[in-house]
């Protein structure tokens, strides 16, 4: 099992910055890819970015690409997302999952956190 733990919500003003945090337990050994998902009320889970455990090579949403960058620490077992120039259409719950093959489709996906909010106001 791997269990994982977000941090870092909040809530911002538009144009703002914030920095999640994902730490991971347990038998971090098998994780492949982490992933960033989010999810906004009335909406379906959405792929945000990933980053392969090993490589660290990343993969990020078109709506995010050039806002978000998401980074990993293997000795800490941390994976960050860096979101800047947020727009409140950012707001979502933002959970961070882990699994064995680097895809943006949430049932690819072994372990998730618990999700932390996002909130950006205009």
């Known amino acids: 099992q791997v269990q994982l733990v977000e941090s870092g919500g909040g809530l911002v003003q538009a144009g703002g910055s914030l920095r999640l945090s994902c730490a991971a337990s347990?038998?971090?050994?098998?994780?492949?890819?982490m992933g960033w998902f989010r999810q906004a009320p009335g909406k379906e889970r959405e792929f945000v970015a990933l980053?392969?455990?090993?490589?660290?090579?990343?993969y990020a949403a078109d709506s995010v690409k050039g806002r978000f960058t998401v980074s990993r620490d293997n000795a800490k077992n941390m994976m960050y997302l860096q979101m800047n120039s947020l727009e409140p259409e950012d707001t979502a719950v933002y959970y961070c999952?882990?699994?064995?093959?680097?895809?943006?489709?949430?049932?690819?996906?072994?372990?998730w956190g618990q999700g932390t909010q996002v909130t950006v106001s205009s």
């Open positions: 999952a882990a699994g064995k093959t680097p895809t943006n489709t949430a049932s690819g996906y072994d372990y």
């Open positions: 347990g038998r971090t050994f098998s994780i492949y890819t």
């Open positions: 980053i392969t455990w090993s490589a660290g090579s990343t």
